[in-house]
């Protein structure tokens, strides 16, 4: 179930399998913060729920205490990053293709019969 953490919501698999286990947990450990959530909504969000349940979330590699108002800040600082990480990725990969389309130039994915390699990389025919 590859479902990338640049998917917003909390809708994401793995994600729900680990909220609807809550009551079994004393703490939800992750990798970093912009692998459990990319927007600062989702952040909050499953601060919030987590919270609820008296369940801890602790990073495993950040050195943040997100049991103290000081490191559930600081993990809320750090969302603001990765979501505007998050985005100019998307607004760049978005230009990159518009680009592409515009030069007539092959944008990715399966590779269509209808292509020709020239100098200038894949071209449509």
Same mark, same amino acid.
């Given at each position: ?6 998917? +917003?919501?909390?809708? @994401? %698999?793995?994600?729900?399998?680990? #909220?609807?286990? $809550? /009551? ?7 990798? &970093?913060?912009?692998? #459990? ?6 952040? *909050?969000?499953?601060? +919030? ?7 801890? #979330?602790?990073? *495993?590699?950040? %050195?943040?205490? $997100?049991?103290?108002? /000081?490191? +559930?800040?600081? *993990? &809320?600082?750090?969302?603001?990053? /990765?979501? #505007? ?14 680009? $592409?389309?515009?030069?007539? @130039?092959?944008?990715?994915? @399966?590779? %269509?019969?209808?292509? @020709? ?9």
């Amino acid at each position: 179930m590859d479902v990338s953490g640049f998917s +917003r919501g909390l809708e @994401r %698999p793995g994600l729900r399998r680990v #909220l609807s286990r $809550l /009551t079994e947990l004393d703490v939800v450990v992750f990798f &970093k913060i912009d692998r #459990l959530a990319r927007s600062t909504v989702d952040l *909050a969000e499953i601060m +919030r729920i987590t919270g609820a349940a008296d369940v801890a #979330l602790a990073s *495993a590699t950040e %050195p943040l205490d $997100l049991t103290t108002s /000081t490191g +559930r800040a600081t *993990a &809320k600082v750090i969302a603001i990053f /990765t979501e #505007l990480e998050s985005d100019t990725i998307g607004m760049r990969v978005s230009s990159a293709h518009g680009h $592409l389309r515009r030069e007539a @130039r092959y944008t990715g994915g @399966r590779v %269509p019969s209808v292509l @020709r390699v020239s100098g200038q990389g894949r071209c449509w025919r």
